[in-house]
T-cell receptor
């Protein structure tokens, strides 16, 4: 079985500052990793995913994440945030090749202040 | 290409009733997954259907059921509603052929169910 821990429930940050949202996972099998964003009253939108290959993954809206197998982490980063990045961010894991079942972390609310 | 659509968007029911939610996947997508989102439990996987067969199942009671039709549209049903079933129910789809596809789930906007 897999599990995901998002270490921060809320992250306040000023506009144009860098941000890191932390995610650790646990699994006994090979996994795929994902970051999704959810804006109020909307569904989830994929930011980026790691399936295999390069451990540094670039996504939409200037976000990137690095897969660290030894530390079982997949932290999300952005060098300069905007007010429009204010949203809830979810890290998720699935078994490799079985992406029909995603296990999500509890979410991190990113609050970008002017 | 149209995204994942879910109907209805909002629903109010009373305890003991049953409810059916509908999900139309992106055209060409054959896998449909359902999730429940609540403030307390977060996002939890309910089940996944592929080619009208349930492929994966989460840890929910038997009151939660689903099905998929030949056109890949899916429905989920909750019988004997409880207050704790109030949640946002999200549907996601993926293209799968021969077991592989985009390895990405695309989510709909959700159905907000309120149980009174």
């Amino acid at each position: 079985a897999q599990s995901v821990t998002q270490l921060d429930s809320q992250v306040p940050v000023f506009e144009e500052a860098p941000v890191e949202l932390r995610c650790n996972y646990s699994s006994s099998v090979s996994v795929y990793l994902f970051w999704y964003v959810q804006y109020p009253n909307q569904g989830l939108q994929l930011l980026l995913k790691y399936l295999s290959g390069s451990t540094l993954v670039k996504g939409i809206n200037g976000f990137e994440a690095e897969f660290n197998k030894s530390q079982t982490s997949f932290h999300l980063r952005k060098p300069s945030v905007h007010i429009s990045d204010t949203a809830e961010y979810f890290c998720a894991v699935s078994e490799s090749g079985n992406t029909g079942k995603l296990i999500f972390g509890q979410g991190t609310t990113l609050q970008v202040k002017p | 290409k149209a995204g994942v659509t879910q109907t209805p968007r909002y629903l109010i029911k009373t305890r003991g009733q049953q409810v059916t939610l509908s999900c139309s996947p992106i055209s060409g997508h054959r896998s449909v997954s359902w999730y429940q989102q609540t403030p307390g439990q977060g996002l939890q996987f309910l089940f996944e259907y592929f080619s009208e067969t349930q492929r994966n199942k989460g840890n929910f009671p038997g009151r939660f059921s689903g099905r998929q039709f030949s056109n890949s549209r899916s429905e989920m049903n909750v019988s004997t509603l409880e207050l704790g079933d109030s949640a946002l129910y999200l549907c996601a789809s993926d293209y799968l052929s021969g077991g592989r596809g985009t390895d990405t789930q695309y989510f709909g906007p959700g159905t907000r169910l309120t149980v009174l």
